[in-house]
């Protein structure tokens, strides 16, 4: 059964950093299997939105233009785990993150969330 499971959210003031780690089981984590790997946030009312997308061949990585330039994705296969460096932390990226895992074959895994409050 696939399972990913989110972690390394919570309370951060304005300006300080964070860093979201997503932890897949229950499938071959690596190059071959895995097509692109993203992370999404929600805030309340809101659409769920992309934030940040790596592509697994050639490592390819894009970015929501709010984000640019504070966020980083990035992967270790040998630990099946993408990350999400957040730095430079807004009020406005408080909203709860989900990672993403699309497959060669085009099934999407989805994870429960973790939540990412920004404030003073």
């Known amino acids: 059964q696939v399972q990913l499971a989110e972690s390394g959210g919570g309370l951060v003031q304005p300006g300080g950093s964070l860093r979201l780690s997503c932890a897949a089981s229950?499938?071959?984590?690596?190059?071959?299997?895995?097509?692109?790997m993203n992370w999404y946030r929600q805030a309340p009312g809101k659409e769920r939105e992309l934030v940040a997308t790596a592509i697994s061949a050639g490592g390819r990585t894009n970015y929501a233009n709010s984000v640019k330039g504070r966020f980083t994705i990035s992967a270790d296969y040998a630990k099946n785990t993408v990350y999400l460096q957040m730095n430079s932390l807004k009020s406005e990226d408080t909203a709860v993150y989900y990672c993403?895992?699309?497959?060669?074959?085009?099934?999407?895994?989805w994870g429960q969330g973790t939540q990412v409050t920004v404030s003073s």
């Open positions: 229950g499938f071959t984590f690596s190059i071959v299997s895995i097509n692109a």
């Open positions: 993403s895992i699309q497959s060669r074959g085009g099934t999407n895994y």
